[in-house]
């Protein structure tokens, strides 16, 4: 079985690179702002690899490896709507509709796997309403959470959602990153590179407590 590929090993990776295998307390970039560099560059990465393959493929998707199903319960009843709705691990990638979340199903403990829902983009919504609809779960997106509705009467109480969708955080820091292994170098030259701009911002080192004298001069 393959180690486990976590953040907190490429962060280490990445603070030997930067400081050459030394890091001392003169590295004053902690592992929390390096952390907000690799969750913005997962995303980077993952539309890269999207268009790499649609050159190659002709077919613009997701790569399966940055894919993970999560299960999304409980489902509370949004009253107002009369939709259900639940909690997604985080906000999805800014990806059309079907590739910031690939599939969504609702199952019953014991009974498999149930349909697919429809998606609807949310700006969508009232024009669809008055549309017929075919038989069964459709859904919509704002923010973090997921809104269902059922058009077959089958009623979402106690029922599992499942949600597959690409991620780019973790729980913790030592949870093993959901990244292919051809994107981890991608990755980590993409931190290193903000880091390296972060350093090269001018900055006065000099310690004088002399004041910066006359700026009209």
């Known amino acids: 079985m393959a180690i486990p590929y976590s953040k907190k090993q490429l962060i280490q990776r990445i603070m030997q690179h930067v400081t050459n295998g030394f890091p001392d307390d003169d590295f004053s970039i902690s592992e929390n702002e390096m952390l907000l560099y690799i969750d913005a560059g997962i995303p980077y990465v993952l539309k890269g690899q999207m268009f790499e393959n649609a050159k190659v493929f002709n077919v613009f998707e997701i790569p399966e490896a940055y894919l993970i199903t999560y299960l999304i319960t409980p489902l509370t009843q949004y009253t107002p709507t009369n939709e259900w709705m639940g909690n997604l691990p985080q906000t999805p990638l800014a990806l059309p509709t079907g590739y910031n979340i690939t599939d969504a199903y609702i199952s019953q403990d014991g009974l498999g796997r149930g349909q697919s829902i ?80 972060r350093y090269g911002m001018p900055k006065d080192v000099v310690v004088d407590n002399i004041g910066a004298g006359n700026k009209s001069s």
Not at 118 to 147: C, D, E, H, L, W
Not at 163 to 170: D, L
Request: aromatic share 12%.
């Open 118 to 197: 429809f998606f609807t983009k949310t700006k969508r919504v009232p024009y669809r309403n008055n549309m017929p609809k075919p038989s069964g779960v459709f859904a919509r997106i704002n923010g973090q959470t997921i809104y269902l509705q059922s058009y077959n009467g089958m009623s979402l109480l106690n029922q599992n959602l499942y949600v597959e969708m690409p991620i780019s955080r973790t729980d913790d820091i030592d949870a093993p990153m959901v990244l292919p292994d051809d994107a981890i170098q991608a990755l980590f030259d993409y931190v290193c590179l903000k880091i390296k701009d």
